[in-house]
């Protein structure tokens, strides 16, 4: 199965900031990739489709980037519900998810 | 509105049966493959399998393939995960999602979860 690895595992950031996570595919996967955010006790919710493609209500501050086997999630202006655990996925073969990226308060 | 909505939490001991449920509404059932998720406290979302309601064809991870049961009721709108034998490990929080019909396959929208806790 196609590995991902994100970086970092968690970070610490404030209000403002711009905040970049990377998700590193084991081979290549094209732009087959997601991210999803997940609030503490909540549901995970998508944010972006198709490595670059934001989803309809996702605010523009959330980015993507990249294809093959390296990505970029990109924050501009973190705010603060924005403060979570972000996931890649990738749906190039069977699915898998990354380990996850803590963003905290600083 | 597309919604998918779990049944409640569960409390089970190692050895004894379950399943739970995702009910859908506000699309086509049959258009859209759902997909489990499974979370352990304090842990990583990991993918289980996926079922296509149309047909019941379905796909599992390996890590899960012949421990769960994943099952779809057209009639009722509402897909299932079960197990025959739960494990104390099983304990997690469970959550299904609709699979994008696009290229990009993505999860969109996801269900409240449920959680399952398998202690004697």
């Known amino acids: 199965d196609i590995q991902l690895t994100q970086s970092p595992s968690s970070l610490y950031a404030s209000v403002g900031d711009r905040v970049t996570i990377t998700c590193r595919a084991s081979q290549p996967i094209s732009k087959f990739l997601n991210w999803y955010q997940q609030r503490p006790g909540k549901a995970p919710n998508l944010l972006i489709y198709g490595a670059t493609n934001l989803q309809d209500g996702v605010p523009s501050r959330f980015s993507g980037s990249g294809s093959g086997t390296e990505f970029t999630l990109t924050i501009y202006g973190l705010r603060p519900e924005d403060f979570g655990t972000y996931y890649c996925q990738q749906s190039y073969s069977p699915r898998t998810f990354g380990q996850g990226t803590k963003v905290e308060v600083k | 509105e597309v919604l998918l909505v779990q049944s409640g939490a569960e409390v089970k001991k190692p050895g004894e049966s379950l399943k739970i449920s995702c009910k859908t509404s506000g699309y086509n059932f049959i258009t859209y493959w759902i997909a489990w998720v499974r979370q352990r406290p304090g842990k990583g979302l990991e993918w289980m399998g996926i079922i296509d309601p149309r047909d019941s064809d379905t796909r599992y991870s390996r890590s899960f393939e012949g421990h769960v049961t994943i099952s779809a009721d057209r009639s009722s709108r509402t897909a299932y995960l079960q197990w025959n034998s739960l494990k104390a490990s099983d304990t997690a929080t469970y959550y299904c999602?609709?699979?994008?019909?696009?290229?990009?396959?993505?999860?969109?929208?996801w269900g409240q979860g449920t959680q399952v806790i398998v202690s004697s």
């Open positions: 999602a609709r699979q994008a019909y696009s290229s990009s396959a993505a999860l969109d929208p």
